[in-house]
């Protein structure tokens, strides 16, 4: 018999049973007598500093069934047309696993009580209470042996082979610090403040990389059937895969990088599906291995001859973390090349790109196969972010105002520029406004035809640029429900207000106005205009991007198997939710009914539509007033 559990000088910790706990007194006992108990065996009463807090297995099926009924209403929202999140619809999509949850869970005691405990039990062959406990620690974990002194019988026997086991404790709170996004130096101190023993670095280093490599496989696996229902939503839709079992995807691409700039070592590419707004690939670039630059540095300072040196570069190549050579900037081309490559064989061809206006990766796809691009015959399409394309607008005409500086001499004796806005030129309240009606119209006119989004454009700038004696209203929208207050007014046959009463008007010099002009014009081409009258975002690819640094923080240093835990970990748990990516059961701890009733309160706060919640009071919406309005 082996009890494990987990304890230090001063602490003890052990698996129980929920369904063998009668009552609390009870509970501790069996941490000890679990299957040794025997009719002449007492049951005292155990002091109450030993009691662990649990919960009945009655509670956990109440619970467990709670969960179950919230998450069916939850498809059934889906399937009605109620208005649901984003996330609601995407695990939605997937096919229910019910997974078991098994009643055990871990309770923490003092080892002074838990010797306690040992006290009140008697050997089974000739009822002696002279019992002696040995403890064989391992990792984070403590086995118990017992024997009697008196007979020398050994009723819980040392535990065979512990030395050579991945304990399931200590996988636990590894896999725990790394979901957190911890590492080596927060785990150490955390078990310090526990009073808990801690690893050695190579020790949490094999847990690690164990957990990540489950992590990458669950991740894939999550992937295959992802592309399953990918080609189910779009059957429902009619489009279905061509001879050789290829469809054709709308795909929305993006790249982020662990530290902000152009010195990162680490690089992240991932493709989401535009209809069902789920990930279909990824891939993690790495520009640096801490390895093989120990190995140069070595080299370098004489401490490793030509010979060793090339020795132990040979025998590391195979698990060398470096799979990239160039500029970070260069990341997000080779991720993107890199997928689209491979997408054929996963049956799927990428055959429209929604990006930030990166015209390097775009151009870079259609440069694959000396210039037939990734898919023969096929071109690859590419559709502009509506939100970063209204960007572009305040990035031009913040960089027309820039051009009007003066250089001051400093103290120091460098040269600082000073900009100045004349009369007759944008100020930074009227670039944000302008901005603001640039994205406003690309969204309302989204769906309709490029003549339509450009003047609804263009009119927003007229508007505002108009005066009493240059009145240029000509694109506004006419009739009595306009939202420009000159065609109301003409509508209405009503002499219409000044144009000095309007929130934004500005006067612009002739020569700024047509330099302002020709900034309208180039954003609102015909080619650009039909790139975004789809109306499509990059918002999953920001989503997704938040969740994978969050568990490798930006701030800190990190190696390329945190960055590969991350990225498979956000991408499993954003497609499935947390409860189906949880690695738990993958990894042979089983699941209990506590962490599956947190991982479905976890799936409920996903998929809660969040609403913006304004604390100050609401002050009164003017509705005559909209884009370029009076």
């Not at 101190?189 to 808990?196: D, P, V």
């Not at 989401?272 to 080299?299: M, N, P, W």
């Not at 775009?362 to 209204?390: R, S, T």
């Not at 989004?453 to 640029?465: A, D, Q, V, W």
Request: aromatic letters at 8%; glycine letters at 6%.
């Amino acid at each position: 018999m082996t009890v494990s559990a987990l304890t230090t000088p001063d602490v003890a910790t052990a698996e129980v049973a929920t369904a063998d706990v009668a009552a609390p007194h009870v509970a501790t006992q069996h941490v000890a007598t679990a299957d040794v108990a025997t009719p002449h065996v007492a049951t005292p009463v155990v002091p109450s500093s030993a009691v662990a807090s649990t919960s009945t297995a009655a509670d956990a099926s109440t619970s467990t069934a709670a969960d179950a009924s919230a998450s069916a209403s939850a498809s059934d929202r889906v399937s009605t047309g109620v208005h649901v999140s984003s996330a609601t619809r995407r695990v939605s999509m997937y096919k229910k696993k019910n997974r078991v949850a098994v009643d055990k869970e871990m309770i923490c005691m003092e080892k002074d009580n838990f010797a306690e405990v040992i006290s009140y039990v008697h050997c089974p062959f000739c009822f002696s209470n002279e019992i002696e406990v040995t403890y064989y620690k391992h990792h984070l974990e403590t086995f118990v042996s017992m024997s009697c002194i008196d007979c020398k019988l050994i009723f819980i026997e040392k535990p065979y082979g512990i030395r050579k086991k991945l304990n399931v404790l200590t996988g636990r709170m590894v896999y725990a610090e790394m979901v957190v996004g911890g590492g080596y130096s927060s785990f150490s101190r955390r078990n310090a403040l526990c009073n808990l023993p801690s690893l050695g670095i190579e020790t949490f280093s094999r847990y690690t990389s164990m957990i990540t490599r489950a992590s990458i496989e669950s991740c894939r696996k999550i992937l295959d059937e992802t592309r399953i229902v990918i080609g189910e939503e779009y059957a429902k839709c009619g489009f279905l895969p061509d001879a050789r079992g290829v469809l054709d995807i709308d795909v929305t691409y993006d790249g982020s990088w662990h530290t902000r700039g152009h010195h990162s070592n680490f690089g992240v590419g991932v493709a989401i599906d535009a209809l069902t707004k789920l990930a279909v690939d990824y891939q993690v670039l790495c520009k640096h291995c801490f390895v093989c630059s120990s190995l140069e540095g070595r080299l370098q300072k004489k401490r490793l001859t030509m010979e060793k040196y090339e020795e132990l570069k040979q025998s590391h190549e195979s698990r060398c973390n470096k799979n990239f050579s160039g500029s970070s900037g260069k990341m997000e081309v080779e991720a993107a090349l890199i997928i689209w490559q491979r997408s054929q064989k996963m049956k799927l061809r990428y055959k429209t790109i929604i990006s930030d206006g990166d015209s390097a990766t775009y151009k870079g796809i259609v440069e694959l196969n000396d210039g037939a691009g990734p898919y023969e015959g096929i071109q690859v399409a590419k559709e502009e972010c509506i939100n970063h394309y209204a960007k572009r607008l305040k990035n031009r005409l913040t960089a027309l105002v820039k051009l009007h500086y003066t250089e001051k001499q400093l103290r120091t004796g460098k040269k600082r520029k000073q900009y100045h806005m004349k009369k007759g030129m944008l100020n930074d309240f009227m670039i944000d406004k302008l901005a603001q009606y640039f994205q406003k119209n690309l969204r309302e006119n989204c769906g309709t035809d490029v003549e339509t989004m450009r003047n609804g454009i263009l009119s927003s700038f007229f508007h505002c640029s108009s005066t009493d004696d240059n009145p240029q209203h000509q694109l506004c929208p006419p009739g009595s429900a306009s939202w420009c207050f000159y065609k109301k007014a003409l509508a209405d046959n009503l002499p219409p207000p000044s144009h000095t009463t309007m929130k934004v008007q500005f006067q612009l010099e002739p020569d700024y106005f047509k330099r302002v002009h020709d900034i309208y014009k180039d954003l609102t081409k015909d080619e650009m205009m039909e790139r975004c009258i789809q109306g499509r975002t990059q918002n999953p690819n920001e989503s997704l991007h938040k969740r994978i640094w969050t568990y490798c923080n930006k701030a800190l240093f990190r190696n390329k198997w945190q960055v590969d835990f991350a990225t498979s970990n956000a991408i499993a748990e954003y497609n499935v939710g947390y409860e189906r990516s949880c690695l738990d059961i993958l990894l042979g701890y089983g699941r209990s009914s506590l962490n599956q009733h947190h991982l479905r309160t976890m799936d409920k706060k996903m998929q809660t539509v969040r609403t913006k919640v304004c604390k100050r009071r609401k002050r009164a919406v003017d509705t005559s007033y909209e884009a370029g309005g009076h």
